[in-house]
């Protein structure tokens, strides 16, 4: 028999909050696997988020989400101000040590009747104090942003609200760096099974068994279904599905903050520029019973799309490169809750479970993790060779003339431009490889070679071509993003053979 | 920083064109810079027959009529710089590009030809809904990884869209025993030549389904089956008409777009109906110097038709450069008028002969093609795949002289004709 992997603390989910433990975790002389079952991190719930690192007047607005999610209690609510704020602030450390990318982007809530006018000057009164609102007339609101509709009779605006950035990037980078600082990460590693032994718990995965004495489950969409592996789940979840509509850089600038129309229940963040120049149009939430539902519907994108019309006219469905779904998922005990809890048994399994917000929490969720984890008996030694920084695979798009004469000068890779939409080179693919990524998605995601206007139809080929050859494998194993996700099934002449052969048979 | 004469942005059948005649005119420096591995654009994966047929009077290959060019060019030392793309174009015609081997050149150039060609609309640009897993490609993107890397996606395929790229693929994929499922249409004609249903669809006895849509995609990790419904007038589904088809693969070949990305850069005014740059009658844009010809222009359905209008563009960069190229006193604006898309160029001098390019909406039959008063033709039958061709001679023009600045192209019919198109 095959001797168990041992590890100190396991961590199942290679998503925000099961990275950024890892992260928090590599801070010490720890022995830590990540597991994760998909072919990637960032390639569950996590993908599908806003990318939206926000302040506290958020809360007041995302009130619309948590009328249709049910009760929220106000001591939870506190605490979740809390919780955010000082995620907010880790994040802006964050940002810098790890280089993801991130913009920060102004609110603009807009009213265009008497009732909504009134809704402004109520979160004006409440909230100005704490967030340097503004509130502008008409004029004004043109003057900032010309392009919003000419119905808008006020404004509420808040020039730093946010730090806008891609869901994956932040990801990853936390997964770099947890890596470079010794955290073991498993890939295609799915759990099945948990048993408690006596000090220790075995874990059972689709790679192997691994035995460990503490647990962190952050397994996002699957967190009570883990949970439930290992004892009683006190906890469950009401979840919601939104579509989000990105647009082409051509727009981008139209407008250069968040869009938006005052609290109404499931809608949030009407248009949004993005970390990289386009704009994001969402969100229109409706409650599914099924949390892997990722189908797009068309009544559903139309939706957003004319509600993101009645604040920008200009835009129109042409302007629509892609589209996909997000999950929000709350705790349905109280929607501003943040599970963090283990079954009363087993104070060595953790689970910790999406919510929402689910980026701006995450640092400050991970300390509390590995406070609890500390609590109960986790040795926490600092490492005095913890590498806080991550350096990001150079965007050969992002830099000046000279600075790409003379990046080509030191490697000719850089001078293959593969990705005619986003000017992604040969190089950075390379690079991306060499930092893990083994599917298109998983290139995609780290170099944006696919997410330009053509969809990945002229650098696909080639980025097929350079995974087949960097992995050594052959062109037909190669997926979009693992599992039976191959994207070229056959050689030329393969089905001409297997059926000549098929029809001689039959001939004889 | 370098000076070329005439630079040429793309060498497939456009930029190969106008290079040759720019070349061939006397220019004496000439630079086509291409991002691709080989000149020849598209025409390299198109390995099947039916090019040249107007141009060379013969039936070629794609793969053939590009090396025509190609050879033409190599023999008149138009420099060609390959793999190399282009990261900027300004308005006042410097150029910046990179490739492996020079790094990042920028060079300055007496005129510029934009020939970038078009892209394929995607599924999104169609706001196709359900999931999106592995097995969805654009009718190019096929024919290249079928016809160049030598892969097929897969052995049950639907086809969305009737262009002629998707219809072409039909019969290539059938030709390698892939099962064509359907090819669906969302209008009730094909959008493809005529030529193309026969040989294609009909002669390989694949389902064509007109008037019918995909609805939905299905599939987690790779296509699984995808539901097609009929729609109605408004081409909306009629609900009750949903019909699952199982398959491993979509093809979507719903249109193609013009690729002016770089003459954004540049300044050129585009046209939103044609999806490219406002030209004249030389195929000047709205910038002095830079002048457009082929797909990049506005979507052709044959080559031929491209090559001669890369290569008018050729001609005038050429003669730009040599100072002589006269813009007209006058300047007609050219208007499209009834069951007409639009119209190329948008102007001209009426001075001298020149050919108009237009595209009709609707299928219809029994026409009169009018442009103002001065031309006025009767057609059989007029399709949105075919474009018109008109041909206005010195003797026409010569009847718009007084005072006109503005002539409507149209082309009225007796018949609209919504329903199939009898091919005979």
Partial sequence: MVKPLETEVLIIGGGINGTAIARELSKYKIDVTLVEKEVDVSFGISKGSNGQVYTGLEMALSLALKKVAGTVSEEMEKAKERICDQGYRLWEQMFHELEIPYRVVGLMVIATNAEEFQKLNAMHKQYAKNYGLKILGKEEILSIEPNVTQEAIAGLYEPGHMMVHNPFDAVIALAENAKDNGIRILLNCEVSAITKGKGFQTVETSNGRIKTRFIVNASGRYVDKIAAMAGPCGFGFQCFKGHLLITDKNVGGIVNNVITTPPLPGIAKVVQPTVDGNLRLGTLYEETKDRFDHRTILSGMNEVMERARSLVPSLSPRDIITYFTGTRMFSNRDAAEYIIESPKENPKFISVGPGMPGFTPAPAIAKIVVERLENEGLQLVERRDFNPYRKNITRFSSLSNPQKADLIRREASYGHVLCRCEHVTEAEVVESIRRGATTLDGIKFRTRAGMGRCQGGFCGPQVVEILARELNIPVTHVTKRGGKSRLLLYQTKELLKTHRRNRDDAAC | ?424
């Avoid at chain 2, 047929?53 to 190599?74: M, N, S, W």
């Avoid at chain 2, 693929?169 to 669906?184: C, G, I, P, T």
């Fill in chain 2, 1 to 424: 920083m370098q000076h070329v004469d005439v630079a040429v942005i793309g060498a497939g059948p456009a930029g190969l064109a106008a290079a040759v005649k720019a070349r061939a005119s006397g220019v004496k420096k000439v630079v086509v810079i291409e991002r691709t591995k080989y000149p020849g654009g598209l025409l390299e994966q198109c390995i099947h027959n039916g090019f040249g047929l107007h141009y060379f009077k013969e039936d070629l290959t794609g793969p053939e009529y590009a090396a025509r060019f190609v050879e033409k060019a190599r023999d008149l030392n138009v420099d060609m710089r390959l793999d190399s793309m282009v990261l900027n174009i300004s308005g006042d015609r410097r150029i910046s590009f990179v490739n492996k081997r020079d790094g990042l050149v920028t060079l300055t150039a007496g005129a510029i030809v934009l020939a970038m060609g078009c892209r394929e609309r995607t599924g999104p640009s169609i706001m196709l809904a359900g999931t999106r897993p592995a097995g969805i490609f654009t009718a190019g993107t096929a024919q290249r990884y079928i016809n160049i890397e030598g892969f097929i996606p897969g052995k049950e395929i639907v086809i969305l869209g009737s262009g002629d790229v998707g219809m072409i693929m039909a019969k290539r994929l059938s030709l390698e025993d892939v099962e064509v499922k359907a090819v669906v249409e969302i209008l009730p004609y094909v959008g493809g030549l005529i030529r193309n249903e026969v040989q294609c669809i009909h002669d390989f006895e694949i389902p064509l389904m007109l008037g019918h849509t995909v609805t939905e995609i299905h599939g987690r990790d790779r296509v699984e089956a995808v539901t097609v419904a009929k729609v109605d007038k408004n081409r909306q589904p009629i609900v009750g008409t949903m019909k699952r088809i199982k398959c491993d693969t979509l093809l979507l070949s719903v249109g193609l777009i013009p690729e002016n990305e770089l003459s954004r850069m540049a300044g050129v005014k585009l046209d939103s109906t044609s999806g490219g740059p406002i030209v004249d009658e030389t195929m000047q844009t709205s910038v002095p110097g830079i002048f457009a010809g082929g797909n990049v222009v506005h979507v052709h359905d044959l080559v031929d038709h491209v090559t001669e209008e890369a290569e008018a563009a050729g001609a005038s960069a050429a003669k730009y450069i040599m100072g002589k190229l006269k813009s007209g006193i006058r300047k007609l604006n050219l208007k499209a008028g009834e069951n007409i898309k639009y119209v190329i160029p948008h102007t001209i001098t009426g001075e001298k002969e020149v050919i108009l390019y237009a595209r009709v909406k609707e299928p219809a039959m029994k026409v009169r093609v009018k442009v103002g008063n001065i031309f006025n033709k009767p057609l059989r039958v007029v399709r949105p795949s075919e474009m018109l061709k008109i041909h206005l001679s010195p003797r026409e023009l010569e009847k718009g002289r007084d005072g006109l600045t503005e002539l409507v192209v149209s082309c009225v019919g007796k018949e609209q004709q919504n329903k199939k198109i009898n091919i005979s």
